[in-house]
C-alpha cells in the first residue's frame, strides 16, 4: 500500500512540473514526425494503391530480376564484411590486450587506425582503391604491370567495407576483452593447456556474443552503406544503390518504397538479434571488470609474427587514406605525377567549393549542438524519470540506428514533398536547409543518447534529489546539476554529431537541392565522372576539418572535461 503510495505522489509530482512534461510532449511530436511518420509513409506507398491494400507492388519489385539480384548481392557483401571486420576486429583487440607490445608506436598506431573511420567520409578508401589497384592504380599499373585490373564489384565493396568497419569492431571487442578476469586463463595454463587451447577453450567461449554483436553491427552498416557500392560497386548492384535508381533514374517512388521496406526489414530483424538479445547476453557473460591486470604474453614465437600483421594492415589502411592529399597534389592520377595544387584552385574557383564547405559547414553545425542537447536530455529521461512514454522515446530514439539513410531520404521526400502534409509549415520543409539539419540529428541521435545513457547511470540518484528537495525544477536541476556532471559526454556527442553530419552522404542525396551544395554529394558526384583530382581535393579539405573538430574536442575535454582541474576546483 505504502509503495503504490508512493508511486503516485511520485507520479503527482511529476506531473506538476510543466517543464518536464512540456519536453516529453515536444520529443514525442518530434520523433512521431520524423522518424515513425517517413516510415510509415513508406509502408502506406507499399501496400495501399488505387485498389485499396494490396501487395501489388512488391510482387512488381520482386518480380524485377535487378532487384532480386541487389538482394543476394547485398546479403553476400554483407556477411563477409561482418565476419571480416569481426575477424580482424578480434586480431587487433587480442594483440593490443594480450600482447606485451615493446613500443608506444604500436598502440600509438592501433589508435590512428580505429578514429580514421571516424573522421574521414564514407568513400575515402574506395577513391584509394581506385588509384592504387584500378587500371592506372599506382600498384597495379607500375609495381606489378597489370593493365587490366578492375577493382570494381564485388571484392572492391567487400575490401573497402571492411577496411572501413573493423575497427568498430576493435573498439567493441577490446573493453570486452579488458573485462575477461586473468584467473580464468591462467588456471587453464597451470593445467597444461597451450595458449591456443586456452583461447578457444575459455577466452573465446566468454567473447562469443560480443564476436556475434560485433558481426550484426558490421553486417547492419555493410547492408545499409550506399556510398562505398555507389562508387567501386560498377555493375554489381546492391539494395542501396538500386533503391538509389528505382527513385532518381525510373522515378519509380512506389517501387523504390517497397524495396525500401525490404531493406529496411532485414536491417530492422538484424538490429532486433544485436540490441535485445546479443547485447544482453554479452553483457551477462562478462559482468564488471577484471580483478587485477593481465600477465601480458611475451613468447617472441606468439608476439612476433602477431605484431608483424597487425602493424602491416595498420600501415596499408594509413596509406590507402594517405593516398587521398596525394591524388589532390599530382596533375593526373597514373600517368602525370608532377606536383601541382590546380585541383584545389578549381574547387574554389571553378566548382563552387566555398560555397559548399560553407552550406555543409553551417548545417552540421547548427545541427551538433541541437543534437548533443536532445541526446542529453532523452538519456536524462531514460535514466533519471519514469513515466508511460519512456519505452517509446527510448526505442523510436534508438530506431533510427536501424534505418539506413537511404530508406530515411526516400521517407523524407514521400512524406514531405506530398503524403499527408500537403500544405502547411511541414510540406513545405522539403527542398530547405532545415529538412536536411533534421536529418542530420535524426541519424545522429543514436549515438548521443548511449554515450548519455552510460554516463548518467554513473552518477548518484541522491546529488539530483537533494537539488529538487532545495526547490529546484527539472529544467533547473538537468542544466546546474546533471549537465555540468555529464559535460565530458555532450561535448563528445557534439563533435560526434558535427562530425557525423559534416560527412553524411546516403540520407541527403536524395533530399539536397539546387539550392544547397553539400561536400559529400560533390565528392561522390565527381567520382562517379571520374574526376579523382577534383573528388581527392574535396575529401582532402573535408578529412582537416574533421579531424581539426576531433582536436578541439579533446582539447576542450582536457581544460574544461569532468577531469579537468577546472573541473576539480
Known amino acids: 500500500m505504502a509503495k503504490k503510495q508512493g508511486a503516485m505522489l511520485e507520479r503527482k509530482k511529476f506531473y506538476s512540473d510543466p517543464v518536464m512534461v512540456t519536453t516529453i510532449a515536444v520529443l514525442i511530436v518530434f520523433l512521431t514526425l520524423f522518424i515513425l511518420y517517413p516510415l510509415a509513409i513508406l509502408l502506406v506507398d507499399s501496400f495501399i494503391t488505387e485498389e485499396g491494400i494490396s501487395l501489388s507492388v512488391f510482387k512488381r519489385v520482386m518480380g524485377m530480376s535487378n532487384f532480386r539480384r541487389a538482394i543476394g548481392n547485398t546479403l553476400k557483401v554483407g556477411f563477409l564484411v561482418g565476419i571480416a571486420s569481426a575477424l580482424i576486429g578480434l586480431l587487433f583487440a587480442y594483440v593490443e590486450v594480450y600482447v606485451r607490445l615493446k613500443t608506444g608506436f604500436m598502440k600509438g598506431l592501433f589508435q590512428v587506425v580505429s578514429m580514421l573511420p571516424v573522421v574521414s567520409p564514407p568513400f575515402v578508401l574506395s577513391l584509394s582503391m581506385i588509384m592504387l589497384f584500378g587500371k592506372s592504380g599506382i600498384i597495379t599499373r607500375y609495381l606489378l604491370h597489370i593493365y587490366d585490373n578492375s577493382v570494381y564489384g564485388f571484392w572492391g565493396i567487400a575490401t573497402v567495407q571492411t577496411l572501413t568497419f ?17 584467473s580464468l586463463e591462467e588456471a587453464a595454463r597451470d593445467m597444461g593447456a597451450s595458449r591456443w587451447r586456452v583461447f578457444t577453450t575459455v577466452t573465446l567461449p566468454l567473447i562469443l556474443p560480443g564476436l556475434g554483436n560485433a558481426f550484426l553491427v558490421t553486417f547492419i552498416e555493410s547492408i545499409a552503406d550506399f556510398a562505398n557500392p555507389m562508387i567501386i560497386g560498377g555493375s554489381y548492384d546492391t539494395l542501396a544503390t538500386t533503391i538509389y535508381l528505382q527513385i532518381t533514374g525510373a522515378y519509380d517512388k512506389e517501387g523504390a518504397s517497397a524495396m525500401a521496406v525490404v531493406l529496411l526489414l532485414i536491417t530492422l530483424l538484424m538490429f532486433i538479434v544485436q ?43 594509413i596509406g590507402m587514406y594517405i593516398c587521398v592529399p596525394f591524388g589532390a597534389l599530382f596533375k593526373t592520377w597514373g600517368y602525370d605525377f608532377h606536383l601541382t595544387g590546380k585541383w584545389f584552385v578549381q574547387v574554389f574557383k571553378k566548382y563552387k567549393g566555398l560555397k559548399a564547405f560553407k552550406d555543409s559547414f553551417v548545417l552540421s553545425l547548427i545541427a551538433s549542438p541541437i543534437t548533443a542537447f536532445l541526446s542529453m536530455i532523452i538519456s536524462y529521461l531514460v535514466v533519471k524519470r519514469s513515466f508511460k512514454s519512456k519505452g517509446f522515446i527510448e526505442a523510436v530514439s534508438m530506431l533510427a540506428m536501424a534505418v539506413p539513410g537511404t530508406v530515411l ?10 503524403g499527408v502534409f500537403r500544405t502547411g509549415f511541414l510540406q513545405g520543409l522539403y527542398g530547405t536547409g532545415a529538412l536536411l539539419v533534421i536529418v542530420f540529428i535524426v541519424r545522429s541521435l543514436p549515438t548521443g543518447t548511449r554515450s548519455g545513457i552510460s554516463a548518467l547511470r554513473q552518477i548518484d540518484r541522491s546529488i539530483e534529489e537533494s537539488a529538487y528537495d532545495m526547490g529546484a525544477d527539472s529544467f533547473k536541476v538537468f542544466m546546474t546539476v546533471t549537465l555540468p556532471l555529464i559535460k565530458d559526454s555532450f561535448l563528445s556527442g557534439l563533435v560526434t554529431a558535427f562530425v557525423r553530419s559534416i560527412t553524411a552522404i546516403s540520407a541527403i542525396i536524395l533530399l539536397v537541392t539546387p539550392q544547397y551544395l553539400l561536400i559529400t554529394v560533390q565528392i561522390n558526384e565527381f567520382a562517379e565522372k571520374g574526376a579523382y583530382g577534383i573528388a581527392c581535393a574535396f575529401a582532402t579539405i573535408l578529412i582537416l576539418i574533421t579531424y581539426g573538430a576531433v582536436l578541439l574536442m579533446n582539447i576542450l575535454i582536457k581544460h574544461f572535461g569532468t577531469g579537468s582541474s577546472a573541473g576539480r576546483e
Open 166 to 182: 573493423f575497427p568498430v569492431c576493435y573498439m567493441m571487442l577490446k573493453g570486452l576483452l579488458k573485462n575477461i578476469d586473468p
Open 275 to 317: 540490441k535485445y538479445y546479443l547485447e544482453a547476453k554479452s553483457t551477462a557473460t562478462l559482468s564488471g571488470k577484471a580483478s587485477r591486470e593481465r600477465m601480458l604474453i611475451m613468447d617472441r614465437s606468439v608476439t612476433l609474427p602477431l605484431t608483424i600483421l597487425c602493424s602491416l594492415l595498420a600501415v596499408f589502411v
Open 409 to 418: 531520404g526516400i521517407g523524407y521526400i514521400r512524406g514531405y514533398s506530398s
